[in-house]
């Protein structure tokens, strides 16, 4: 099998041999149920990664920052409960944090807008070690209901809340042509009032701020911080430079923010273009990316720290 990115070694291996990133970092755990994994840090409730039969997609929801305040949108809901007159209504296919994409083989797989399933095939934890380790398989199925491709993720999240997610995607049978589209590929829905639009600032490790400067750039990160019931919170996302091409960012004022390697004419404006990424069957894509919550303005939250730990679980 042909590997566009060489694997790293694999996160599940060393996870129970890395150490917090910080000194003062709880004990992390989870509990599995039928349909939902809860993590939980010191007791406290972190956030549950939900994959029951019934939704289009796995996803994380709620997500919460130390001492309890929640940083994604408060509701998951379907097409029916969407009003975009309202805020925090809008986009029903926004759950927390997910993997999606909305433009494969001329937009016949569409999983972004949940047109097409992602199916959990199965889900296995590991919190023996200092982190917890959840290794995900899942099928994305076309419109017969077949599996088009096939994902293997493993997710590690310490006790600082980072979440690192490598994502490993394998064409079944048919080729597969991952479309230059701005809607993916790894992405959290925030608060409400998190947006840019209420108490949010968006910003870069290239020191740019704003939608407008971070938005369809490549960047190491962006961070994403305001202020939810009074107190300051944020998440920041991490690009992995071992990725096969520099990703960018799909993050708005609205509350979406998202990393995806597969829009270089639609981030740029028709400025830029890549040679759309095909897989034969039997080939696969890897993308590295981490997500970090962290219950403090930008500054405070130590976040060229945090990604050079990201860094460093990779390896």
């Not at 939900?50 to 796995?58: H, V």
Request: charged share 30%; proline share 4%.
């Amino acid at each position: 099998m042909t590997l566009f990115r060489a694997l790293l070694v694999p996160i599940c291996l060393i996870a129970t041999a890395c150490s917090p990133l910080f000194v003062e970092a709880g004990k992390i755990s989870a509990k599995k149920q039928d349909d939902s994994v809860r993590i939980e840090i010191d007791g406290e409730h972190f956030t549950t990664f939900q994959f029951a039969d019934e939704q289009n997609k796995p996803y994380f929801h709620p997500v919460f920052a130390e001492g309890g305040t929640l940083v994604v949108r408060e509701d998951v809901f379907g097409k029916e409960g969407e009003n975009r007159k309202e805020p925090g209504r809008d986009h029903f296919h926004h759950k927390g944090i997910w993997i999606a994409i909305d433009s494969i083989n001329d937009d016949a797989l569409n999983t972004w807008h949940e047109r097409n399933k992602i199916r959990t095939d199965s889900v296995k934890v590991d919190d023996s070690g200092d982190n917890v380790v959840l290794k995900v398989n899942a099928s994305w199925l076309d419109d017969d209901g077949q599996p088009l491709l096939k994902e293997k993720t493993t997710y590690t999240i310490t006790p600082d809340r980072l979440i690192a997610c490598e994502l490993q995607l394998t064409a079944v049978d048919r080729p597969v042509t991952f479309g230059d589209t701005k809607e993916g590929l790894f992405a959290i829905r925030v608060h409400t009032d998190l947006r840019a639009a209420a108490s949010g600032t968006i910003s870069n490790a290239d020191g740019l701020v704003s939608e407008n400067d971070c938005w369809g750039k490549p960047s190491a990160w962006v961070d994403y911080t305001g202020k939810v019931d009074g107190k300051t919170v944020g998440v920041t996302i991490f690009d992995d430079e071992n990725n096969f091409r520099p990703s960018r960012y799909h993050v708005r004022g609205y509350g979406l923010f998202a990393i995806n390697p597969f829009g270089e004419k639609s981030y740029s404006k028709g400025q830029e273009e890549a040679k759309p990424l095909t897989l034969k069957p039997g080939e696969a894509v890897n993308l590295r990316y981490g997500l970090y919550v962290h219950a403090s303005d930008k500054d405070s939250a130590n976040i060229e720290k945090v990604h050079k730990a990201f860094k460093a679980l990779g390896k």
